[in-house]
Protein backbone atom coordinates (compact mmCIF):
# COMPACT_ATOMS: atom_id res chain seq x y z
CA UNK A 1 0.00 0.00 0.00
CA UNK A 2 2.69 2.28 0.66
CA UNK A 3 4.54 1.26 -2.29
CA UNK A 4 0.89 2.64 -4.27
CA UNK A 5 0.83 5.71 -2.31
CA UNK A 6 5.02 6.58 -3.39
CA UNK A 7 4.25 5.56 -6.99
CA UNK A 8 1.35 7.87 -6.63
CA UNK A 9 3.33 10.85 -5.33
CA UNK A 10 5.87 9.71 -8.16
CA UNK A 11 3.07 10.46 -11.04
CA UNK A 12 1.96 13.83 -9.57
CA UNK A 13 4.97 15.33 -9.26
CA UNK A 14 6.80 13.99 -12.61
CA UNK A 15 3.93 14.38 -14.93
CA UNK A 16 0.87 16.29 -15.73
CA UNK A 17 -1.32 13.17 -15.49
CA UNK A 18 -1.30 9.84 -13.27
CA UNK A 19 -0.46 6.54 -14.41
CA UNK A 20 -3.77 4.84 -14.72
CA UNK A 21 -2.03 1.28 -14.15
CA UNK A 22 -0.98 2.76 -11.08
CA UNK A 23 -4.64 3.78 -10.19
CA UNK A 24 -6.02 0.38 -11.50
CA UNK A 25 -3.79 -1.08 -9.53
CA UNK A 26 -4.67 1.02 -6.14
CA UNK A 27 -8.40 -0.60 -7.43
CA UNK A 28 -7.64 -3.79 -6.93
CA UNK A 29 -5.51 -3.69 -3.76
CA UNK A 30 -8.63 -1.87 -2.46
CA UNK A 31 -11.30 -4.56 -3.56
CA UNK A 32 -9.07 -7.73 -2.60
CA UNK A 33 -8.03 -5.95 1.04
CA UNK A 34 -11.33 -4.49 2.31
CA UNK A 35 -9.19 -3.93 5.36
CA UNK A 36 -6.91 -1.56 4.41
CA UNK A 37 -9.73 1.00 3.67
CA UNK A 38 -8.72 2.26 6.91
CA UNK A 39 -5.57 2.52 7.07
CA UNK A 40 -3.57 5.54 7.16
CA UNK A 41 -2.04 5.22 3.91
CA UNK A 42 -5.63 4.91 2.47
CA UNK A 43 -6.77 8.33 3.90
CA UNK A 44 -3.33 9.31 2.91
CA UNK A 45 -4.09 8.69 -0.81
CA UNK A 46 -6.84 10.39 -1.21
CA UNK A 47 -5.68 13.91 -2.38
CA UNK A 48 -3.84 12.36 -4.79
CA UNK A 49 -7.00 10.65 -6.25
CA UNK A 50 -8.08 14.35 -6.34
CA UNK A 51 -5.93 15.22 -7.86
CA UNK A 52 -5.98 12.24 -10.75
CA UNK A 53 -9.90 13.22 -10.65
CA UNK A 54 -8.77 16.67 -11.77
CA UNK A 55 -5.88 16.40 -14.07
CA UNK A 56 -6.45 12.76 -15.12
CA UNK A 57 -7.34 11.28 -18.42
CA UNK A 58 -10.85 9.88 -18.62
CA UNK A 59 -9.79 6.21 -17.79
CA UNK A 60 -7.88 7.45 -14.68
CA UNK A 61 -11.62 9.50 -13.80
CA UNK A 62 -13.02 6.41 -14.15
CA UNK A 63 -10.62 4.52 -11.69
CA UNK A 64 -10.32 7.21 -9.37
CA UNK A 65 -14.40 7.12 -8.96
CA UNK A 66 -14.23 3.16 -8.51
CA UNK A 67 -11.94 3.89 -6.25
CA UNK A 68 -13.77 6.62 -4.09
CA UNK A 69 -16.91 4.28 -4.18
CA UNK A 70 -15.20 1.67 -2.63
CA UNK A 71 -13.80 3.90 0.17
CA UNK A 72 -17.54 5.52 0.31
CA UNK A 73 -19.29 2.55 1.17
CA UNK A 74 -16.78 1.90 4.05
CA UNK A 75 -17.14 4.90 5.68
CA UNK A 76 -20.35 3.47 7.57
CA UNK A 77 -18.66 0.71 8.95
CA UNK A 78 -15.13 2.07 9.66
CA UNK A 79 -14.25 4.37 13.26
CA UNK A 80 -16.27 8.01 12.91
CA UNK A 81 -13.02 9.47 13.12
CA UNK A 82 -11.21 7.92 10.20
CA UNK A 83 -14.75 7.79 8.13
CA UNK A 84 -15.03 12.03 8.67
CA UNK A 85 -11.41 12.50 7.87
CA UNK A 86 -11.36 10.62 4.65
CA UNK A 87 -14.67 12.34 3.84
CA UNK A 88 -13.43 16.03 4.70
CA UNK A 89 -10.27 15.06 2.39
CA UNK A 90 -12.57 13.47 -0.25
CA UNK A 91 -14.31 16.86 0.09
CA UNK A 92 -12.02 18.85 -1.96
CA UNK A 93 -13.53 17.11 -5.18
CA UNK A 94 -16.87 18.59 -5.04
CA UNK A 95 -16.18 20.90 -7.75
CA UNK A 96 -14.67 18.70 -9.59
CA UNK A 97 -17.63 15.97 -9.36
CA UNK A 98 -19.81 19.09 -10.14
CA UNK A 99 -17.82 19.83 -13.54
CA UNK A 100 -17.60 16.23 -14.76
CA UNK A 101 -21.46 15.71 -13.89
CA UNK A 102 -21.65 18.71 -16.70
CA UNK A 103 -18.77 17.34 -19.25
CA UNK A 104 -18.39 13.33 -18.76
CA UNK A 105 -20.02 10.56 -20.45
CA UNK A 106 -23.31 9.50 -18.77
CA UNK A 107 -21.15 6.22 -17.39
CA UNK A 108 -19.66 8.72 -14.81
CA UNK A 109 -23.04 10.42 -13.36
CA UNK A 110 -24.06 7.84 -11.57
CA UNK A 111 -21.40 7.73 -9.40
CA UNK A 112 -20.35 10.76 -9.11
CA UNK A 113 -23.64 11.93 -8.04
CA UNK A 114 -23.94 9.53 -5.30
CA UNK A 115 -20.76 10.96 -4.24
CA UNK A 116 -21.58 14.51 -4.12
CA UNK A 117 -24.57 13.57 -1.92
CA UNK A 118 -22.29 12.46 0.57
CA UNK A 119 -19.67 14.14 0.99
CA UNK A 120 -19.43 17.33 3.88
CA UNK A 121 -20.06 20.48 2.35
CA UNK A 122 -21.05 24.35 2.86
CA UNK A 123 -24.38 25.69 1.61
CA UNK A 124 -23.61 29.68 1.07
CA UNK A 125 -27.40 32.09 -0.20
CA UNK A 126 -25.99 35.41 -1.19
CA UNK A 127 -29.23 37.90 -1.22
CA UNK A 128 -28.20 40.02 -3.61
CA UNK A 129 -30.71 42.74 -4.40
CA UNK A 130 -34.38 43.69 -4.86
CA UNK A 131 -36.60 44.76 -7.25
CA UNK A 132 -39.56 47.06 -7.31
CA UNK A 133 -40.38 46.38 -3.49
CA UNK A 134 -42.98 49.32 -3.63
CA UNK A 135 -45.60 49.46 -0.92
CA UNK A 136 -49.13 50.98 -1.13
CA UNK A 137 -47.96 53.30 2.04
CA UNK A 138 -45.02 54.49 3.58
CA UNK A 139 -41.27 54.24 2.50
CA UNK A 140 -39.66 50.71 2.42
CA UNK A 141 -37.10 49.82 4.43
CA UNK A 142 -36.63 46.28 3.65
CA UNK A 143 -34.28 43.44 4.54
CA UNK A 144 -34.80 39.80 4.32
CA UNK A 145 -34.68 36.75 6.13
CA UNK A 146 -33.13 33.42 5.45
CA UNK A 147 -34.62 29.93 7.24
CA UNK A 148 -33.66 26.44 6.14
CA UNK A 149 -34.59 23.40 8.03
CA UNK A 150 -34.91 23.63 12.06
CA UNK A 151 -32.19 26.35 12.13
CA UNK A 152 -32.54 29.82 13.52
CA UNK A 153 -33.01 32.46 11.08
CA UNK A 154 -30.53 34.33 9.68
CA UNK A 155 -31.36 38.37 8.65
CA UNK A 156 -29.94 41.10 6.43
CA UNK A 157 -28.79 44.32 7.38
CA UNK A 158 -32.30 46.93 6.81
CA UNK A 159 -31.84 48.99 3.93
CA UNK A 160 -33.85 51.95 4.61
CA UNK A 161 -35.57 54.33 1.54
CA UNK A 162 -35.15 51.92 -0.98
CA UNK A 163 -37.83 49.87 -3.63
CA UNK A 164 -34.53 48.72 -5.14
CA UNK A 165 -32.06 47.63 -1.88
CA UNK A 166 -28.65 46.30 -2.26
CA UNK A 167 -27.71 43.97 0.39
CA UNK A 168 -24.84 41.66 -1.50
CA UNK A 169 -24.23 39.52 1.68
CA UNK A 170 -23.51 36.13 2.09
CA UNK A 171 -25.10 32.92 4.95
CA UNK A 172 -23.35 30.09 4.88
CA UNK A 173 -24.55 26.67 6.64
CA UNK A 174 -22.21 23.45 7.12
CA UNK A 175 -23.46 20.00 6.34
CA UNK A 176 -21.67 16.52 7.15
CA UNK A 177 -23.88 15.71 4.18
CA UNK A 178 -26.19 17.40 1.80
CA UNK A 179 -29.65 18.01 3.12
CA UNK A 180 -32.04 15.89 1.16
CA UNK A 181 -35.63 17.64 0.55
CA UNK A 182 -35.29 20.74 2.63
CA UNK A 183 -36.34 24.09 1.56
CA UNK A 184 -34.73 27.39 1.69
CA UNK A 185 -37.58 29.93 2.96
CA UNK A 186 -36.77 33.68 2.69
CA UNK A 187 -39.34 36.55 3.73
CA UNK A 188 -38.95 40.29 2.63
CA UNK A 189 -39.86 42.71 5.25
CA UNK A 190 -39.94 46.24 5.53
CA UNK A 191 -39.11 47.34 8.90
CA UNK A 192 -41.52 50.87 9.61
CA UNK A 193 -42.50 52.85 12.98
CA UNK A 194 -44.96 50.62 13.70
CA UNK A 195 -43.51 47.42 13.41
CA UNK A 196 -42.76 45.16 10.28
CA UNK A 197 -44.98 44.29 7.13
CA UNK A 198 -44.59 41.58 4.90
CA UNK A 199 -43.14 42.03 1.14
CA UNK A 200 -43.89 39.07 0.19
CA UNK A 201 -41.72 35.49 0.34
CA UNK A 202 -39.73 32.99 -1.61
CA UNK A 203 -39.35 29.34 -1.07
CA UNK A 204 -36.41 27.64 -3.05
CA UNK A 205 -36.04 23.55 -2.93
CA UNK A 206 -32.00 23.44 -2.99
CA UNK A 207 -31.28 19.91 -3.87
CA UNK A 208 -30.40 20.53 -7.67
CA UNK A 209 -27.53 23.12 -6.18
CA UNK A 210 -25.45 19.82 -4.65
CA UNK A 211 -25.28 18.58 -8.40
CA UNK A 212 -24.98 22.10 -10.26
CA UNK A 213 -22.60 23.76 -8.04
CA UNK A 214 -24.48 27.58 -8.03
CA UNK A 215 -28.17 28.21 -9.01
CA UNK A 216 -28.58 31.30 -9.34
CA UNK A 217 -31.58 34.22 -10.79
CA UNK A 218 -34.51 36.61 -10.14
CA UNK A 219 -37.06 35.06 -7.85
CA UNK A 220 -40.95 36.79 -8.03
CA UNK A 221 -42.10 36.94 -4.19
CA UNK A 222 -45.29 35.86 -3.54
CA UNK A 223 -47.89 37.31 -1.31
CA UNK A 224 -50.80 36.36 0.82
CA UNK A 225 -53.21 39.08 0.36
CA UNK A 226 -54.60 39.46 -3.78
CA UNK A 227 -52.98 42.51 -4.65
CA UNK A 228 -50.58 42.28 -7.88
CA UNK A 229 -47.29 41.83 -6.61
CA UNK A 230 -45.95 39.83 -8.84
CA UNK A 231 -43.18 42.36 -10.21
CA UNK A 232 -41.48 42.01 -6.64
CA UNK A 233 -38.09 39.66 -7.08
CA UNK A 234 -35.12 39.49 -5.83
CA UNK A 235 -31.93 38.58 -6.70
CA UNK A 236 -30.20 35.63 -5.77
CA UNK A 237 -27.39 33.37 -5.85
CA UNK A 238 -26.83 29.85 -4.14
CA UNK A 239 -23.67 28.07 -3.87
CA UNK A 240 -23.14 24.33 -3.20
CA UNK A 241 -18.94 24.18 -2.77
CA UNK A 242 -16.60 22.35 -0.17
CA UNK A 243 -15.60 25.15 2.04
CA UNK A 244 -16.63 29.13 2.85
CA UNK A 245 -16.15 31.16 0.30
CA UNK A 246 -13.36 33.92 0.85
CA UNK A 247 -14.48 35.46 -2.45
CA UNK A 248 -15.91 39.59 -1.75
CA UNK A 249 -19.28 39.24 -2.54
Not at 50 to 55: P, R
Not at 75 to 92: F, G, L, V, Y
Amino acid sequence: MEDVKSALERELWSTATINEEVLKTLHVIFINFPKLHISEAATLCIPHLVGALKSGSEAAQDSVLDTFFLLKQSWSTMPIDIAKSQAIIAAEAIPILQMLMKTCPPSFHERADTLLHCLPGCLTVTIKRGNNLKQSMGSTNAFCQLTLGNGPPKQTKVVNHSTSPEWKEGFTWAFDVPPKGQKLHIVCKSKNTFGKSSLGRVTIQIDKVVTEGVYSGLFSLNHDSNKDVSSRTLEIEILWSNRISNDDI
